[in-house]
């Protein structure tokens, strides 16, 4: 009997254990809980009101990070940046600025160039980096890239350091052959000779400046405000016209076809100035007794038809290397050439702009010692530019020309209009 009584009642502490032991792991389960998680950390009600909803529309990249140094919020563009990578803040001078800023509460800023990752570029990330607190227990992290502003002050600064040396050349130059002319004042024949000098660096200087405002006022001005159809022949007349002196004189044939019936949309000033550069350089860099065609043609594109102008020589031809720095402004493929042929580097960087512009633009084909064609694509103006811009998904009319092969100049036209 006593010892069915000890069972009985170790039994019953038994069974009050239990229940106190579960009860005691209910109440600690409540209180796990309760407590935040750093799940929880990542979660928006952590931010303060507002806050999510003003970091949402910052151009800046965002990073919110908590006093454990967890991302609590982060913006799409700090994620495309590479900031953070699994939850954390992957710079380590930033990290540094927001545990410092967390410490004293200073806003602090600093600008970085940090590497490319993922993409085999060499060049860096410039950035600007700013800290600082929010709440008692947040910090702010804003960073702006500035990749992109540094290379437009890079672009400017070059563009002035070479208008400053093209302009001095021939200023120099003047400035020489003035004193030259003032020595010689008893010698008719030193005076002639330096007063011929003078005028050819006269006029070299006055093409520069002319060619400077040219370049100036297609970047600045929207070509479309005085839009208008403009007929294909009668650009490439007049761009003939402009260079037949310099033709006749090295006796280069000039030939154009397939240009009837044509017309492109866009100012007719930009436009002249942009085929006149282009036939220009071909007569400027082609041997004496050669042959410059130009040939237009209609080309069918998914978003409306284009008129495509080509200009092909018979000339130096242009380098690999040369082909991917043509239009950039003051690049020269033979400076002596271009000294020679009073070239400034401008001419197919403007045509660049104005095709651009225009909604088209302008490639090179070429090969040395067998020439060059500069094509200059441009929407067509009328019916079928009208219809494209109403209508985008409907298909070109059938019976145009393929424009898909772009690795070749355009076939020789039939019986083209010889203009001497």
């Not at 710079?91 to 990752?117: F, H, K, N, S």
């Not at 018979?314 to 043509?326: H, P």
Request: charged share 25%.
């Amino acid at each position: 009997m006593d010892v069915n009584a000890a069972v009985a009642a170790a039994a019953a502490i038994a069974g009050v254990l239990t229940g106190v032991i579960a009860m005691l792991a209910f109440r600690w389960s409540e209180r796990d809980l309760k407590r935040p998680t750093r799940t929880s950390l990542h979660t928006d009600p952590v931010l303060p009101p507002g806050v999510d909803t003003v970091l949402s529309v910052l151009r800046s990249s965002a990073v919110v990070l908590d006093e454990a140094d967890a991302v609590v919020k982060a913006s799409s563009a700090a994620y495309a940046l590479g900031l953070v990578r699994g939850g954390r803040l992957s710079v380590e001078p930033m990290l540094q600025m927001a545990r410092d800023t967390r410490r004293d509460g200073e806003i602090r800023q600093v600008e970085l160039d940090l590497p490319r990752r993922g993409t085999g570029r060499g060049d860096a990330l410039a950035v600007s980096a700013r800290v600082a607190p929010l709440g008692s227990r947040l910090v702010l992290l804003l960073v702006e890239d500035l990749t992109e502003a540094r290379r437009i002050e890079a672009v400017r600064r070059d563009f002035v350091a070479n208008v400053s040396h093209e302009l001095k050349t021939p200023v120099g130059a003047l400035s020489l052959l003035s004193e030259a002319v003032m020595d010689a004042s008893d010698d008719p024949e030193a005076v002639e000779r330096f007063a011929g000098r003078m005028q050819i660096e006269a006029t070299r200087l006055t093409n520069l400046v002319q060619e400077l405002i040219d370049l100036s006022r297609v970047q600045n001005d929207d070509p479309l405000e005085d839009a208008e159809p403009v007929r294909v022949d009668e650009l490439v007349a007049e761009a003939i016209d402009r260079c037949r002196h310099a033709a006749g004189t090295k006796q280069i044939t000039m030939a154009a076809g397939g240009t009837a019936d044509l017309h492109v949309w866009g100012n007719r000033g930009q436009l002249a100035a942009a085929l006149g550069n282009l036939v220009e350089n071909a007569v400027n860099y082609s041997p004496a007794r050669t042959r410059v065609g130009i040939a237009a043609r209609r080309t069918s594109a998914p978003g409306g038809d284009s008129i495509e102008v080509a200009v092909t020589d018979q000339g130096i031809g242009i380098s690999e290397k040369d082909k991917e720095r043509v239009f950039e402004r003051f690049y020269r493929v033979d400076p002596a050439r271009s000294r020679a042929t009073g070239g400034t580097g401008l001419g197919l960087a403007i045509v660049k702009h104005v095709a651009a512009s225009h909604g088209g633009e302008v490639t090179v084909w070429s090969s040395e010692g067998q020439g060059s064609t500069f094509t200059l694509r441009l929407p067509e103006a009328g019916a079928a530019r009208d219809r494209a811009q109403q209508h985008p998904d409907l298909d070109d009319e059938a019976g145009h020309p393929d424009s898909s092969d772009e690795s070749s100049p355009f076939e020789p036209l039939p019986a083209p209009e010889v203009l001497p």
